[in-house]
């Protein structure tokens, strides 16, 4: 049983096309998150949502929006794809105690999504 | 700003051999840190939670230990195999950041 998936697994546009990425966690968390993990490796929050709210947005440009029609789903719209914008790009979910202020718990990867903008 | 700096970026060792990985952060309010491993083109698989009020984990060959005033925590891998070759991440949970922030991984390499 997959806990966190993502589709799709590879994404190849072009320059300044539009693409989004699907997300589902059937682990009952009630956070869920968006990282990029860049050509080095290193992996940066990007967003997060509490019970569909949003929580945290990195300082990301605008042409990125997730949205989160349930607890159980966060998907990634991108617009205007830009070269840079070519990473692996990984939902995860967590069980986390009093949101706004409370710990995170143990986060759960989803298997990525290896964009390539052209 | 919470930094997490993982030493070295890459270790390759002979199978059986026991080994440490070590993790570093700048700032010592956290809730707590975990430890992660990715193989290639994978998600990330969770290893250890440890809590702010602890000072190790242990699960199965690994364990974790934690030092919050020193802002050091270290994975400890027993009798490696090459089936543990894969980068190892660490992330700390900030107190009122409400977020992971991640080293940059050790890349392990467990030779038979």
């Known amino acids: 049983d997959t806990a966190v998936s993502q589709t799709p697994k590879y994404l190849v546009t072009q320059m300044g096309n539009d693409k989004s990425i699907k997300c589902e966690q059937n682990?009952?968390?009630?956070?869920m998150y968006w990282y990029k993990q860049d050509s080095k490796k290193f992996l940066k929050i990007m967003f997060s949502y509490n019970n569909k709210e949003l929580i945290i947005n990195e300082t990301v440009p605008n042409r990125f929006s997730p949205k989160s029609p349930d607890k159980a789903h966060l998907n990634l719209h991108i617009n205007s794809l830009e070269l840079g914008d070519s990473a692996v790009y990984f939902c995860?979910?967590?069980?986390?105690?009093?949101?706004?202020?409370?710990?995170?718990?143990?986060?759960?990867f989803g298997p990525g999504t290896r964009l390539t903008v052209l | 700003k919470q930094e997490v700096t993982q030493i070295p970026a890459a270790l390759s060792v002979p199978e059986g051999e026991n080994l440490v990985l070590n993790c570093s952060f700048t700032d010592s309010a956290i809730y707590n840190l975990q430890w992660f491993r990715q193989d290639p083109g994978k998600g990330l698989t969770s290893l250890l939670l440890i809590q702010s009020s602890q000072r190790e984990q242990t699960s199965g060959r690994l364990n974790a230990s934690l030092d919050k005033s020193s802002g050091r925590s270290t994975l400890y891998i027993a009798a490696s195999q090459p089936g543990d070759s894969a980068t190892y991440l660490c992330?700390?949970?900030?107190?009122?950041?409400?977020?992971?922030?991640f080293g940059q991984g050790t890349r392990l390499t467990i030779n038979p």
């Open positions: 995860a979910s967590s069980q986390d105690q009093g949101r706004p202020t409370g710990p995170i718990g143990t986060q759960y």
């Open positions: 992330a700390v949970a900030h107190q009122g950041a409400q977020k992971l922030v």
């Open positions: 682990l009952g968390h009630d956070t």
